[in-house]
């Protein structure tokens, strides 16, 4: 089964063509390794494929509901005066997480959050912040995970739960993950698209 | 509450949870609506008519409104929660119609003062005055809270918005100053409940299309 299909898929801003003529296909359980400099499209990619943005041209075609993908963007895309469990209480809420007290607190657990989960995230340093969102974007245990640079401002640490998450995810869910790192995922990778 | 409700319920907390822990909407308005009684209450003539003053009663409802609609999606641009939202809600009008209580609220608290502090610089308010105000304040969430989605995603928002609400709130200032001032208010708070009703169904329906991109 095809869970991502993209014929000459093209995204314009203005006058400028950020993605031209890219082909796509990704099978249910694909693990997708997207590399290439900046300005390459790599977060246009995964905003198009998260349904953020719409193709100016070719066709996208995504096999999975709104509601199962889980999208990682450069900024944590939770409210700054809110805590780390209120952030999650309301996208727990909005995503209909079954038992979703149970799944905030072993994802705030896994993510070294717990401790600091009552903190306001304005609080929070950017490798917090980014943990945080990696919560968000599991929280409700998406299908089709979509990760922009998810190794971006974590320490050593969280590099290596960040690892072993993927490693897990790999196989069992669709993944389409942006780094300018390929090494780091490469092990786990069943394909590479480099843009630019 | 589940389902959609919840979603709404869940979104209108998060914003007077987020007002709450800021104080930096509802003080504002207050504030300003009460600064600029003050300013008409020396502006207009000591012998001018009480009418003249209902009538800038609506002006000063219809610019504190402006003050909590430009902060409105304030919290969910930073860090582009709304993106977030968007991805998370089953039906994207929840996102609006939180807002919209949300806003509703805001004004609510703001018009606890400047009523009264109309009352004490000019004249008592009579039921009618007080009833459009509230069916006023409907239409000016529901369709503020529309345009202020519309701006927050232009880099001119706080020019925009301005330009959008003025016009489309023409029909709430003729409504809600003819029933300040009409012997028979019915006719003008009628005019006002229908104006709410469709521009709460026109903007509820197409908010999805709004955050679409």
């Known amino acids: 089964m095809t869970a991502i299909r993209a014929r000459a898929l093209e995204r314009r801003f203005g006058e400028k063509r950020v993605l031209a003529g890219l082909d796509l296909d990704v099978p249910a359980g694909g693990f997708v390794a997207v590399t290439g400099p900046n300005g390459s499209g790599k977060s246009t990619l995964l905003a198009l494929l998260a349904g953020l943005l719409t193709p100016t041209g070719g066709e996208l075609e995504i096999a999975v509901e709104r509601a199962e993908v889980g999208y990682l963007a450069h900024e944590p895309l939770v409210y700054r005066e809110l805590s780390a469990l209120e952030n999650l209480e309301l996208y727990g809420r909005l995503y209909r997480v079954p038992e979703r007290r149970e799944r905030i607190g072993m994802l705030l657990e896994r993510y070294g959050l717990w401790e600091a989960r009552h903190e306001r995230v304005s609080a929070y340093s950017r490798g917090m912040a980014q943990r945080l969102a990696l919560c968000r974007t599991l929280l409700h245990d998406p299908r089709l995970v979509l990760l922009d640079e998810p190794y971006s401002a974590l320490d050593a640490d969280g590099a290596r739960l960040l690892d072993a998450e993927l490693a897990a995810l790999a196989g069992e869910r669709t993944l389409v993950v942006s780094t300018h790192d390929p090494e780091r995922v490469r092990p786990l990778a069943t394909e590479e698209l480099t843009l630019g | ?213």
Do not use: C, H, Q
């Open chain 2, 1 to 213: 509450m589940s389902g959609y409700l919840g979603d709404v319920a869940a979104l209108a907390r998060t914003s007077l949870l987020l007002e709450l822990r800021s104080r930096d909407t509802v003080p504002a308005m207050v504030l300003f609506v009460v600064s600029a009684l003050v300013v008409f209450r020396f502006s207009l003539p000591a012998d001018a008519s009480d009418l003249a003053a209902l009538g800038l009663l609506w002006i000063a409802i219809v610019f504190t409104a402006i003050l909590a609609l430009t902060r409105a999606f304030v919290a969910e641009r930073e860090g582009r929660v709304l993106d977030g939202l968007v991805l998370a809600t089953a039906d994207r009008s929840a996102i609006w119609l939180g807002k919209v209580v949300g806003v509703l609220a805001f004004l609510v608290l703001a018009e606890l003062v400047a009523l009264p502090a109309f009352a004490l610089f000019f004249t008592p308010l009579g039921w009618e005055t007080v009833a459009a105000v509230a069916l006023a304040n409907v239409g000016i969430a529901a369709v503020g809270t529309l345009l202020a989605a519309m701006a927050a995603a232009s880099r001119a928002r706080e020019l925009l918005l301005p330009l959008l609400f003025l016009p489309l709130v023409i029909p709430i200032v003729v409504g809600g100053v003819g029933a300040s001032v009409e012997p028979d208010p019915s006719r003008y708070l009628a005019f006002l409940g229908l104006y709410d009703l469709i521009f709460a169904i026109l903007a509820w329906a197409s908010f999805d299309y709004v955050v679409a991109e």
